[in-house]
């Protein structure tokens, strides 16, 4: 079996905002995320849409805490979680940038 994996997207955080641009996961098994050095902030959360351009909401998990990746390590790669990967399109949701800051999307079709 082919693993296809796709090319690289970036995910940009605009100065003094916090939601990244869209990132499109559709027909996505699985997705990493790489933290720039210069990123300010130790954890994210996702907001997720059906739609491209649909309203963006927080991802929650089967108890309904916000999903969350913590003790973030700039310059490493962490996974999505499932629980975004369900969406059609998501976003992350950082604390606000001083910069703009590029965080690198890798991801395998499913």
Known sequence: MTVK?????AAV????TTDSSVIDVVDTASASFLIPAT???T???FKASATTDGTYTLVSDSSGAAVTVTNL???EWH???DEVLTHGFFKIVGSSQAAER???IL???S
């Not at 994996?5 to 997207?9: A, D, H, I, K, N």
């Not at 955080?13 to 003094?16: L, V």
């Open 5 to 9: 994996t796709r090319s690289p997207v």
């Open 13 to 16: 955080i605009a100065i003094s």
């Open 39 to 41: 990123f300010t902030g």
């Open 43 to 45: 954890s994210v959360t």
């Open 73 to 75: 390590t700039v310059n």
């Open 79 to 81: 996974p999505v979680p």
């Open 102 to 104: 590029t965080i690198t």
């Open 107 to 109: 991801s395998k079709k």
